[in-house]
């Protein structure tokens, strides 16, 4: 007697701990539940259950605060933890359960059909009997979902079939959920059979694909953990279950082909999603004849059907991106009771299990992008307008072919209405650079050339990458043979130099005038790079005219106004950023700043951006760009709050000069020399 008080108090002192203890996923699952509960008594655990399901989970955080699993509504129930039961008239679950014998723990767990079974079979003395046993009791459910004729060739013969059945829910030791470590397996007391458990991150523990519903059930003798279906043994490995299916032939086929059969039937845990014959028929023949053709291609798409680790469906209860074989990762999650990949419901069978892996069968063929052309790259992407007029440019052979190109593809609103100006032909060429590259190998000021033989350069800034005036909107999409990027904008070659790029446009004839009448011509026309904040007529025409005709009067404040519109360095609008700075040919920094899409200089936005040049930008602008007034420096102010510190010639100039007035002929060259390093002469 003494021996059993000691025995139950190991126990009792085994379960307190094991739930006190966040340690296994599942335990620490199980603790989350245990501190949702506690405002309800004393050893009670919060419950999720899928709304208008019979479902329920120990709730890890993120699937408490979403109130979701697998993309299914929750409603929250509370229950006595493991191990312990009720008292009328007292708050919570102050009582733990008495310890019986595995026979009447499970029929006390909600598996008394397990129980009724266990009796036909006659288990019942052993389970009553001496040992330590696991036993992984099908709850009622489980054996209701069993097909009829399964279930009706199990109890026909009760002393062979049905003892064989249950034997293999067994195994001849204790195991707590603890001790269930993912990836191991154990024998079990028919004939060692193995099952094989999969313990994962969010505290779903299974055995052969069925999941622990009710884990941790002392018994006297053993312990109980009540399972959502009836398992069977497993001898196949995953090539041998794909050998034997009929629905599986074309996979057999190509994984033959691709000498893949060697991994399926080595060790491993893998998972297969196994396209059927009927997704094979679902690909245009064109395309799958060139994958089927190309061992390269082949390769990569079955290894985008398999998983490095082993998932059973009831693992998965919200999306994950999931490493393949292949290298990239596949999108699986459920809606309900359907598996999910890449967000379609395309499993139409789960968890046929091997002895190396888990085959889900799916009815779409999954193609990487690594056994894409650049126009399938293309046609899967966000860029349905470019995707058109690449062939209505009659590119789409290029883009189909083997060669290696790069596609420039702007994002569908890059388009506006939807159509080119000029010769669509040529602007798409200029799309298509005549090798395959990658974003992560381009550097600044790199060339590069495309169809149409013009030469692009690549502009690499703190937070963007640009090609000329467009730039990165997307990750890359690597293909077979060639590279899609996606871009923010339609691509526009440079026009020919600064000078010509402001000749061509009529919004800047009083500029070009100015230009010349300064002398810096030849500037603008040789190379380097450089970023012009041109003033357009209305920029000119915003301003008295006697002013503008005294300023066209006086070439060295023309020289000066102008120098400090142009910027050392080439910045597109995409390069930049919060707080970015510019040195002008003359005077102190110009201060550039983006929001809603509109760069500003020193707070005067650019009306009409990235008209490129060989030698640099254009950004066109409506108003002078002026110095900005000098900014409070708190450590060197003494006077109230809001002064700006000392007073200096450098700031009284800029606060005349935001005045807008140009009646002195010195007063804009005394703003440009107060707030600059260098003299005029040095600047000319």
Not at 426 to 433: G, L, Q
Not at 660 to 683: E, P
Request: glycine share 8%.
């Amino acid at each position: 007697m003494k021996m059993k008080s000691r025995w139950a108090l190991a126990l009792w002192f085994l379960v307190s701990w094991s739930s006190s203890v966040a340690r296994s996923p599942y335990q620490a699952v199980l603790q989350h539940s245990r501190v949702r509960g506690r405002q309800q008594g004393p050893n009670v655990c919060a419950m999720q259950q899928l709304r208008g399901g019979d479902k329920k989970y120990f709730a890890n955080c993120k699937q408490w605060y979403h109130r979701k699993i697998c993309n299914r509504p929750t409603v929250v129930t509370y229950e006595c933890c493991p191990g312990y039961e009720k008292i009328p008239g007292e708050r919570g679950c102050p009582a733990a359960l008495p310890l019986v014998n595995i026979y009447n723990t499970v029929g006390a767990v909600g598996a008394s059909t397990t129980k009724m079974y266990a009796d036909r079979a006659q288990l019942r003395e052993e389970i009553e009997g001496p040992g330590s046993f696991t036993f992984f009791a099908p709850s009622n459910r489980a054996w209701a979902a069993l097909p009829t004729e399964i279930l009706d060739a199990l109890v026909s013969n009760v002393n062979i079939e049905l003892l064989n059945a249950l034997h293999y829910h067994m195994i001849d030791r204790r195991l707590t959920s603890e001790e269930l470590r993912h990836g191991s397996s154990f024998p079990s007391m028919y004939q060692d059979f193995p099952v094989h458990v999969h313990h994962y991150s969010n505290g779903i523990v299974t055995v052969n694909c069925a999941r622990l519903i009710k884990p941790d059930q002392h018994a006297t003798n053993g312990i109980v953990h009540v399972v959502d279906r009836v398992i069977t043994a497993v001898s196949n490995n995953v090539q041998a279950l794909i050998d034997a299916d009929d629905e599986l032939e074309t996979l057999r086929t190509a994984i033959a082909a691709a000498g893949l059969s060697g991994v399926l039937e080595g060790e491993g845990q893998y998972t297969v999603f196994a396209p059927t014959d009927e997704a094979f028929r679902k690909i245009p023949r064109e395309t799958l004849s060139r994958i089927l053709g190309d061992p390269a291609s082949l390769r990569d798409l079955l290894n985008y059907h398999i998983l490095k680790n082993l998932r059973c469906a009831e693992s998965i209860v919200s999306g994950a991106p999931m490493e393949t074989l292949q290298g990239a990762v596949l999108e699986v999650g459920c809606d309900g009771d359907r598996l999910t990949v890449n967000g379609k419901a395309a499993v139409v069978k789960k968890d046929q299990l091997g002895t190396n892996g888990v085959v889900h069968y799916v009815d779409e063929l999954l193609i990487p992008d690594s056994a894409k052309t650049l126009l399938e790259l293309a046609e899967s992407s966000n860029v349905a307008t470019a995707t058109r007029m690449f062939a209505e440019a009659g590119l789409s052979p290029r883009l189909k072919g083997s060669e290696p190109l790069t596609a420039l593809a702007p994002l569908d609103e890059a388009f506006g209405g939807g159509r080119l100006s000029g010769d669509a032909r040529k602007v798409m060429s200029d799309h298509i650079v005549k090798e395959r590259l990658s974003s992560q190998s381009l550097y600044h000021n790199q060339e590069l050339e495309t169809l149409s033989g013009v030469k692009l350069r690549v502009l690499v800034y703190r937070n963007n990458l640009c090609i000329e005036n467009t730039c990165l909107a997307a990750h890359d999409k690597t293909g077979r043979y060639g590279t899609l990027l996606t871009v923010d904008k339609v691509l526009t070659p440079p026009a020919g130099t600064l000078m010509d790029v402001l000749k061509a446009d009529e919004r800047f004839g009083v500029l070009v005038g100015a230009i010349q009448r300064a002398g810096m011509t030849e500037l603008l026309n040789r190379p380097g790079a450089l970023t012009f904040f041109a003033p357009t007529d209305a920029a000119f025409d915003a301003m008295p005219q006697a002013e503008v005709d005294e300023l066209m009067r006086n070439g060295r404040q023309l020289s000066a106004l102008l120098k400090y519109h142009l910027g050392e360095g080439l910045v597109v609008s995409g390069g930049v950023g919060s707080h970015t700075r510019i040195q002008p040919l003359l005077g102190d920094k110009l201060e550039l700043a983006a929001r809603n899409s509109t760069v500003f200089v020193n707070r005067v936005p650019v009306a009409h951006a990235d008209l490129m040049a060989t030698n640099g930008v254009v950004h066109g602008v409506d108003r002078i760009v002026k110095p900005l007034p000098p900014k409070a420096d708190p450590e060197q102010a003494d006077g109230p709050p809001g002064a700006l510190g000392p007073s200096s010639s450098s700031s009284t100039s800029s606060l005349r000069s935001e005045s807008g007035s140009f009646r002195n002929d010195d007063l804009f060259q005394k703003v440009i020399q107060s707030r600059s390093s260098r003299t005029m002469n040095t600047a000319q």
